[in-house]
């Protein structure tokens, strides 16, 4: 009896004691994991998603296709680009979509599945792999949108837009849209980003383990509307708008760190030195423009970004050119390259479960190298014949060059968005306009020939991005890596500012002369400084790189600012201290709430979209001024 009030009592006081006591208890948490037979320690049954899914079997990809998937993704991808078209169109600044387009789709299919089930007519559950067609979908549409030029170099082309600058408005260089031609025009560009990096998509998911943020996020919630284990620990955690806090959780440490010391070298030091040689080298009347500073923050920063993905792109290539070679010599056909055409990839038996199962699937529905690099070769043959129909002033051989370069480029935003979630395709696409506009000259409709080349290059450059990052969504759902091409390629097929771009090619025209005094010399130094800083990392070993910044994650702040550094380093810190504290529970956590965190601004996007369209007013707005600027807000209001 007395054995039985004890057990009793145990009981109660183990029904009593919070769940977090299973992630505190040091000895739980050992008896929860297993070791593999390296003696490497794996995620716990409980930590796994896949472990859960483990008994489904994952549909071919063709099964992955449903009429309702493509229903709501239609409608979702209509209202996403009015969306974009009005962000476009406004402020410039296009947030990632996938979390909206991810949650928005789970929740109309879902409502419908349950209204079938409870009718007896359901026939085909909802998967998450259905609903990673949905956002891959509402994505690519609404990318569209973005990278199609409607809010940039397609009306820069414009004579309404060319009315409001004194340069350049001669007939050769106007060009006024028109349905037809924009379509057409569309229709040949837009294919070449899905193929430019297909090949490469092992090396930046598997190989170099890239972050994707938004792409994680979306896998994250997809996973956790899917499982319940997933929906636990992703609850009570989409309330926060914190989206750089969320993404600095996820990103490693030194992504953080080298996006801070760019923004402190940049932002801190640069600038403001630069500032102070007005005058001397650039006139005040020209400071705001490209003849300026901002001169010197877009032309650095492409400096930055090109040196270290030309050194990643080119280590990369040297590395696949010598497996190829070892493999020629060897014979040994279970060396595993860095590209596709792998019948039976070999996975380490280090990674976890999950990782494991994910990779099985992502190298083993592979898409044949010899597609992607003919489906490229084949369109850049079609559009160098049609383009220069469309755009007189871009010549063929303008277009032929741009292809040959633009595989670097794809890689290097791929590479960048990887890191750190910000796709510069808009800044791809001003270097475009630069080079081609000067090569054409004004004499030659440069003007037009640099739009025109801007949105060839836009196109492929956000499409590999986009691109990649459904990649690593569908890696993570299980989803076939070839639906993410081929939906794709099918939403292509159907699917501030203009000013700003107009000047910028009409700067172009002129040529690397009408850059401000020394921009180009410190273009030169900062390409090259990109060069021997991944050098220097890749001779001192891992455990020494991981204190040398990466010169990508720190060109990003160059030119879009420093904001968004802070809160990812802050995101950094949480985790440091959370894992400082418990690490198995940060672990298992971590990631849940990271993505919360940019689910709930993500989600907030479409409400917050629709209500500007409707013209709602917010009844409070707050700013945050420095104190000179806010000495002379309030100098003004008591005047």
């Known amino acids: 009896m007395a054995i039985e009030t004890s057990e009793e009592r145990n009981r109660s006081s183990d029904v009593a004691q919070d769940e977090e006591r299973v992630y505190l208890d040091d000895a739980e948490e050992k008896k929860k994991k297993k070791k593999n037979i390296n003696g490497l320690e794996q995620e716990s049954e409980l930590e796994s998603v896949e472990k859960i899914f483990e008994a489904k079997e994952v549909p071919p990809w063709q099964n992955q296709l449903t009429l309702r998937a493509f229903v709501v993704s239609f409608i979702l991808g209509i209202l996403?680009?009015?969306?974009?078209?009005?962000?476009?169109?406004?402020?410039?600044?296009?947030?990632?979509l996938n979390v909206s387009a991810g949650l928005l789709g789970f929740f109309l299919v879902k409502t419908w599945t349950k209204l079938l089930h409870r009718a007896g007519l359901l026939k085909q559950p909802f998967t998450r792999q259905e609903n990673t067609v949905i956002q891959t979908c509402v994505v690519a549409t609404s990318g569209i949108a973005f990278s199609g030029g409607f809010g940039s170099y397609l009306f820069a082309m414009s004579e309404a837009v060319a009315k409001q600058s004194t340069e350049s408005n001669a007939a050769r260089n106007i060009k006024n849209p028109s349905l037809g031609w924009m379509i057409g025009f569309l229709f040949v560009v837009s294919f070449l980003g899905l193929f430019s990096v297909v090949p490469l998509r092992k090396i930046m998911i598997i190989d170099f383990k890239l972050i994707y943020p938004s792409g994680t996020a979306?896998?994250?919630?997809?996973?956790?509307?899917?499982?319940?284990?997933?929906?636990?620990?992703?609850?009570?955690?989409?309330?926060?708008?914190?989206?750089?806090?969320?993404?600095?959780?996820?990103?490693?440490?030194?992504?953080?760190?080298?996006?801070?010391?760019?923004?402190?070298?940049?932002?801190?030091?640069?600038?403001?030195?630069?500032?102070?040689?007005?005058?001397?080298?650039?006139?005040?009347?020209?400071?705001?423009?490209?003849?300026?500073?901002?001169?010197?923050?877009?032309?650095?920063?492409?400096?930055?970004?090109?040196?270290?993905?030309?050194?990643?792109?080119?280590?990369?290539?040297?590395?696949?050119?010598?497996?190829?070679?070892?493999?020629?010599?060897?014979?040994?056909?279970?060396?595993?390259?860095?590209?596709?055409?792998?019948?039976?990839?070999?996975?380490?038996?280090?990674?976890?479960?999950?990782?494991?199962?994910?990779?099985?699937?992502?190298?083993?529905?592979?898409i044949p190298s010899w597609f992607a690099v003919g489906g490229y070769v084949i369109i850049a043959i079609i559009s160098a014949i049609t383009v220069p129909h469309i755009f007189h002033q871009l010549k063929w051989y303008y277009i032929v060059v741009i292809y040959i370069i633009a595989p670097i480029l794809a890689f290097c935003n791929a590479y960048g968005c990887g890191l750190t979630d910000w796709s510069l395709a808009s800044t791809y696409g001003k270097l475009a306009i630069f080079t081609i506009g000067a090569w054409a000259g004004a004499a030659n409709g440069g003007v037009l020939a640099g739009l025109a080349a801007c949105g060839v290059m836009m196109n492929i450059v956000s499409t590999a991005s986009d691109l990649m990052q459904d990649f690593k969504t569908g890696y993570m759902t299980l989803a076939s890596p070839r639906l993410s091409m081929t939906l794709a390629f099918l939403v292509q097929s159907i699917q501030l500012l203009l000013l700003v771009y107009r000047n910028m090619s009409i700067l172009g025209v002129e040529g690397f002369s009408a850059l401000p005094k020394h921009c180009l010399t410190l273009c030169y130094i900062f390409f090259a400084a990109a060069i021997v800083i991944n050098a220097i990392r890749d001779t001192v070993g891992k455990k020494r790189a991981r204190f040398i910044p990466i010169p990508m994650a720190m060109a990003i702040p160059f030119y879009i600012g420093g904001y968004f550094a802070i809160d990812m380093c802050i995101g950094s810190l949480i985790l440091f201290i959370w894992r400082k504290i418990n690490k198995a529970k940060a672990d298992a956590f971590g990631p849940a709430v990271a993505s919360g965190l940019i689910c709930g601004d993500g989600i907030w996007t479409l409400p917050s979209s629709i209500l500007s369209l409707a013209g709602v007013k917010p009844p409070i707005c707050m700013k945050f001024l420095s104190r000179n600027q806010n000495a002379k807000v309030d100098g003004f209001l008591n005047s």
């Not at 996403?80 to 990632?96: C, D, E, Q």
């Not at 914190?242 to 990103?251: E, F, N, P």
């Not at 490209?290 to 032309?299: I, N, S």
């Not at 920063?301 to 280590?315: Q, S």
Request: aromatic share 14%; charged share 15%.
């Open 218 to 366: 979306t896998a994250h919630l997809i996973n956790s509307f899917h499982t319940p284990q997933g929906a636990k620990l992703a609850k009570f955690y989409f309330d926060f708008s914190a989206t750089y806090v969320g993404v600095g959780m996820i990103c490693p440490y030194l992504i953080n760190v080298s996006l801070l010391v760019g923004a402190i070298l940049s932002w801190g030091i640069m600038w403001p030195l630069i500032n102070n040689r007005k005058g001397d080298w650039y006139s005040e009347e020209h400071s705001s423009g490209l003849h300026g500073l901002q001169g010197y923050k877009v032309f650095i920063a492409i400096a930055l970004i090109l040196g270290d993905g030309a050194y990643n792109f080119f280590k990369v290539l040297g590395r696949t050119l010598f497996g190829l070679y070892q493999q020629f010599n060897t014979k040994d056909i279970s060396t595993v390259l860095p590209v596709a055409n792998r019948s039976s990839p070999v996975i380490s038996p280090t990674l976890s479960y999950d990782d494991q199962k994910r990779s099985e699937l992502f190298l083993g529905d592979q």
């Open 80 to 96: 996403f680009s009015f969306i974009v078209m009005k962000l476009n169109l406004t402020t410039g600044v296009i947030p990632s």
